[in-house]
């Protein structure tokens, strides 16, 4: 598993336990981990773009499960506000969001 240049992994939920890793604690499955990682600025990544959702963008009030993506393009974050959203399937895009995604 890769981590961005900089993240941190702060807290690992283990069914009903929560651990602080140290250097020699594994990650199962199922578990969630909560991380801390450097600010995302678009300008210093090629793979990634921003889009601006105006209330007729065609994903518009649409959930990410909704839009049939092609293979190659995924929806990597949400910006709402000063809210970052880590999308998942049922995620509605609202007007006014900024949905980065990855090509």
């Not at 981590?3 to 941190?8: E, I, N, Q, V």
Request: with cysteine; net charge negative; charged share 20%.
């Amino acid at each position: 598993m890769n981590f961005p240049t900089g993240s941190l992994a702060l807290m690992i939920k283990r069914d009903k336990d929560t651990l602080i890793p140290r250097g020699n604690t594994r990650i199962l499955t199922g578990d969630t981990i909560i991380l801390s990682v450097p600010a995302y600025h678009s300008e210093n990544d090629g793979k990634l773009k921003e889009i601006q959702i105006e209330p007729d963008h065609d994903w518009c009030n649409s959930s990410i499960a909704e839009l049939n993506l092609p293979q190659n393009i995924l929806i990597a974050l949400i910006k709402r506000g000063d809210e970052n959203i880590i999308p998942q399937g049922g995620a509605v895009i609202h007007p006014g969001d900024q949905v980065v995604i990855y090509k």
